[in-house]
């Protein structure tokens, strides 16, 4: 009679670590790509909510241009707060007196979401955004009386390296 000896199924020392080698190789290169794409992500999520904003407030100029906005004499017909796009303002040409409204909601700013208080405490959307009044020079732009454009209050630079305070 032949005995059979029973041999224990699995894996040797040596190749469990070739294993985790193989593993930690795989990690170490897919890590970059994926910062990069978390990056990009981040970045195309700020052209979009840019674009959004400088649409709405274009489309309110047009509104106070058109008289369906009531503009005092000597202002620029710009929005006196981002806020005003998204609660909206009663338009004089309606018998109704409707408010128009050029936003749903007010996108907060991607890039700056790292820079919240803290203390913990939530930013408004409004407060993320670096805003430039009418008044103001493009290269060294002020806050003033209306809103004339947006800009983002990140310190860091683009993939493209432009500063996204330039974008």
Known sequence: ??????????????????????????T??????????????????????????????DAYKKASDEGKIAKVLGESGYPRRL?????????????????LKFLRRLPTDPMYVEKRSSNGVELKPEDSWGKRSYASDAKNPRE???????????EKKGLNGVPYRQW
């Open 144 to 154: 003033g009386v209306d809103v004339f454009d947006v800009y983002s209050l990140s």
């Open 83 to 99: 806020q005003d796009l998204v609660t909206g303002v009663p338009d004089i040409t309606d018998v109704q007196k409707r408010k």
């Open 1 to 26: 009679m032949v005995k059979k000896v029973n041999r224990l199924k699995g894996f040797s020392y040596v190749e469990l670590i070739f294993s985790v080698a193989i593993l930690a190789l795989l």
């Open 28 to 57: 170490a290169v897919a890590t970059p790509y994926l910062e990069k794409t978390i990056q990009r992500k981040k970045e195309n999520e700020l052209r979009a909510d840019l674009l959004e904003i400088r649409t709405a407030i």
